[in-house]
């Protein structure tokens, strides 16, 4: 049905050609990799990159395509994922509409054309939830959602390759700003704070806390500030935010009624030689560990649903991650994406540590699903 619906708004030979490019080879590249070539953004290496990506998104694309046609217990069918399949197969007729890349002139124009890719695809995230949704819906509520096994595992691969083709497009376009801040190569921060990223991830963490709870326990950050390293402050600021606000929620609602003052978070910053780790303990009343091997699933959340059948997402993903249980695994997936990861160790009782591991070496290829 799914793939009967594909046809009817897309030619027969456009599948074809998506079904022959999911079949060649991604290429990965490294953080170290990217800040190097990014280090000089001279015509020649702009051109460089344009012509890589103008393949390599395409073949990204396109199996991840044919995966949304065919996913198990009919969520290829739900309207929402349908949605995202139509973006997805838009962006890659765009990409192979596209003739190839001689000179800077069409080079400009590829990485306008790849800039709108980007923003068609900024709310797959809260769209895809919606799908998921749709499925719980009309499940038998007798289902376990961890026996959910291929679903988790095609929406780890989907979220996965979702950062690496959003991290490869903003690269580009980022190594087209004529005045970089310095030390800034497109998306990477070659002396990046871990410490400073900390301190704005709180401070926005503890915003929404205010917002909706009226107060926001402390959180006290304990590391050196003028220790840096080469890392992507939009993806550290990401995951400590979601690690924050989780901490800040469990604390708020455990000490709400309480005539205790609320304990604070706490944030620590440790410099290794192969990895740099954020460790962000609380004492919120900890998980019980019958709920432990839920939080990475994406079919589970503690928090109230945001997401209402008809609400509008045209909205920040940051401000929707709320709620419907996808801050954790989208975090551990950030987190691995450059080599690093992200565990979670509770004691229900007394409160939850998250440690957070980023590798420091910027080695390692992109996890290509």
């Not at 291929?150 to 005045?179: A, T, W």
């Not at 709870?213 to 400590?240: C, K, N, W």
């Not at 997401?307 to 997402?313: A, G, I, T, V, Y």
Request: with cysteine; proline share 6%.
């Amino acid at each position: 049905m799914a793939v009967k619906k594909a046809c009817e708004s897309f030619s027969k030979s456009l599948i074809e050609e998506v079904h022959r490019w999911g079949c060649l080879k991604q290429t990965g590249v490294s953080l170290r990799y990217m800040m190097e070539f990014g280090s000089k953004p001279i015509d020649k290496n702009l051109l460089i990159s344009a012509q890589f990506l103008h393949k390599e998104l395409a073949i990204r694309i396109a199996r991840r395509a044919i995966e949304l046609e065919n996913l198990p217990y009919g969520l290829s069918e739900k309207p929402a994922v349908l949605k995202v399949r139509d973006w997805y197969l838009d962006s890659f007729r765009d990409l192979r509409a596209f003739p190839d890349i001689k000179n800077m002139t069409e080079e400009r124009e590829f990485t306008e054309m790849i800039k709108a890719i980007k923003v068609r695809h900024n709310n797959v995230v809260p769209t895809m939830a919606m799908g998921v949704q749709q499925l719980k819906k009309g499940m038998d509520p007798k289902i376990v959602y961890e026996d959910l096994v291929e679903i988790h595992q095609f929406l780890d691969r989907f979220y996965m390759s979702r950062i690496g083709i959003r991290m490869l497009i903003g690269q580009h376009v980022e190594l087209h700003n004529p005045n970089p801040p310095p030390y800034v190569v497109g998306y990477i921060h070659t002396k990046m704070s871990p410490v400073e990223v900390a301190r704005n991830a709180s401070e926005d963490a503890r915003a929404i806390c205010c917002r909706e709870y009226g107060s926001a326990p402390d959180v006290q950050i304990y590391g050196d500030p003028d220790f840096t390293f080469p890392y992507v402050p939009a993806h550290l600021h990401l995951m400590v935010f979601e690690l924050v606000k989780n901490s800040l929620r469990a604390v708020q609602e455990r000490f709400m009624d309480s005539d205790k003052v609320a304990p604070p978070i706490r944030i620590i910053v440790a410099d290794g030689i192969e990895d740099v780790t954020i460790k962000v303990s609380d004492e919120g009343g900890g998980i019980p560990r019958k709920g432990l091997s839920k939080i990475f699933t994406y079919l589970y959340s503690t928090a109230r649903n945001p997401l209402d059948e008809h609400s509008d997402l045209g909205i920040g993903e940051n401000v929707t991650m709320a709620g419907y249980g996808y801050g954790l695994p989208i975090s551990r997936l950030y987190a691995r994406y450059f080599g690093g990861d992200l565990q979670i160790i509770s004691m229900e009782g007394y409160g939850t540590d998250a440690y957070l591991h980023l590798s420091r070496l910027g080695d390692s290829q992109e996890p290509l699903p």
